[in-house]
């Protein structure tokens, strides 16, 4: 169910909305500069980061901010910010909040019709840039067609573009 997470529900997924704009500077581990995953709090220093960072950087024993010899705590405060925060599933499109995404996952989220006809900015522009250059392509192999009209005289006809 992990992968599945990842796979439909990443950072690029979070619904900007008034909540998001309001706490996102709250929520942003100092070590990997990603949005918290696990937070975890220095019983010292206060200062909070992501579990897996801690793992990574001091095996949970060495603060980051103030490098003593310290315990960590998981940081319920940031924990309640996360789990208000809105994303859209990857797979149906629908907006969920993260503390209803393994729950989501559980319900066999299936794309919708409605999902496979909405097309992300991103697809939209990439398949605009590619007609565009299938259009270039193609008025460049063009030739004209030519008729004569009369024994000395060639006119134009069917130039299409």
């Known amino acids: 169910m992990e992968s599945k997470r990842d796979e439909y529900f990443s950072d690029d997924c979070i619904v900007k909305d008034e909540f998001y704009s309001s706490i996102k500077d709250f929520i942003i581990c100092p070590l990997c500069h990603k949005i918290f995953k696990e937070p975890y709090m220095c019983d010292d220093c206060q200062e909070v980061f992501c579990k897996k960072c801690l793992e990574n950087d001091s095996n949970l024993k060495i603060c980051p901010g103030n490098k003593k ?3 960590f705590v998981k940081c319920i405060q940031k924990d309640n910010f996360l789990s208000k925060l809105k994303y859209k ?27 496979d006809k909405e097309k992300t900015l991103a697809e939209i522009i990439y398949t605009k840039k590619e007609l565009i250059k299938l259009t270039k392509i193609q008025m460049k192999n063009k030739q004209p067609d030519y008729k004569m009209t009369s024994k000395y005289k060639l006119s134009k006809i069917n130039l299409i573009f």
Do not use: G
């Open 89 to 115: 599933c990857k797979n149906c499109l629908k907006e969920i909040y993260q503390i209803d995404i393994p729950a989501h996952l559980e319900e066999n989220c299936e794309r919708t019709e409605k999902a």
């Open 69 to 71: 010899n310290v315990k």
